[in-house]
């Protein structure tokens, strides 16, 4: 079956810019969770969502958000980008939500972010 | 000081060779352990998850966690040049999946 799909792959933006990241989950799977990687900080987690409505959250600013469709496509919005918002954007998607501990949660390729 | 300490490498090793990542922690109230491995330009993927301490095999791999010395292991016996990727350590507490902590990964090069 197919993977996570994530859109686009590359993107550059301009600071105080706004982006839109798409992520389509595996078929089935409710779950689409994002994450943002750098070199720096590595793996953190942004927010979940589940059933359409957001489950968990990180410790990210406002400008970070999200929201999951019916089809359970979701997408994750910068607004105000800020050059240390340069990462690659992972999403993942599980069949239950990622709260329950055993869920396996699939990635995606992920959308590499960069702000000038 | 950070919650999840893990040394980036890079780590290069033979074929065949027995590979050792580590990770520390600070955090006592971390509970649930979990290896993924990251191949270049490729999201993360689930290796192995322990509950606790104690270890765990699933074929070449073995995860071990030592909570008294706030310390997880995965072993890679019999290493092959595909095991060539970055690996992650993560864990979180029983109770909060926001509070999952992600290792920065150990870059590691399995020559032929």
């Known amino acids: 079956k197919a993977g996570v799909t994530q859109t686009p792959r590359y993107l550059i933006k301009t600071r105080g810019q706004q982006v839109t990241l798409s992520c389509s989950p595996i078929?089935?799977?409710?779950?689409v969770s994002w994450y943002q990687q750098t070199p720096g900080q590595g793996l953190q987690f942004l927010f979940e969502y589940f059933s359409e409505t957001q489950r968990n959250k990180g410790n990210f600013p406002g400008r970070f958000s999200g929201r999951q469709f019916s089809n359970s496509r979701s997408e994750m919005n910068v607004s105000t980008l800020e050059l240390g918002d340069s990462a690659l954007y992972l999403c993942?998607?599980?069949?239950?939500?990622?709260?329950?501990?055993?869920?396996?949660?699939?990635f995606g390729q992920g959308t590499r972010l960069t702000v000038v | 000081q950070k919650e999840v300490e893990q040394d980036p490498g890079p780590l290069s090793v033979p074929e065949g060779a027995i590979v050792s990542l580590n990770c520390t922690y600070s955090n006592s109230a971390f509970q649930y352990f979990m290896w993924y491995r990251q191949y270049s330009r490729k999201g993360p993927e689930l290796l192995m998850y322990?509950?606790?301490?104690g270890n765990k095999e699933d074929g070449r791999f073995t995860a071990q966690v030592d909570k008294s010395s706030k310390y997880i292991s995965l072993f890679i016996r019999d290493s092959q040049p595909s095991d060539s990727a970055t690996y992650l350590c993560?864990?979180?507490?029983?109770?909060?999946?926001?509070?999952?902590?992600f290792g920065p990964g150990t870059s590691l090069s399995v020559i032929p």
């Open positions: 078929s089935g799977h409710r779950s």
């Open positions: 993942a998607s599980s069949l239950k939500s990622i709260s329950i501990m055993n869920t396996e949660a699939f």
């Open positions: 993560a864990m979180r507490t029983k109770t909060s999946y926001d509070k999952v902590i």
């Open positions: 322990t509950y606790s301490s």
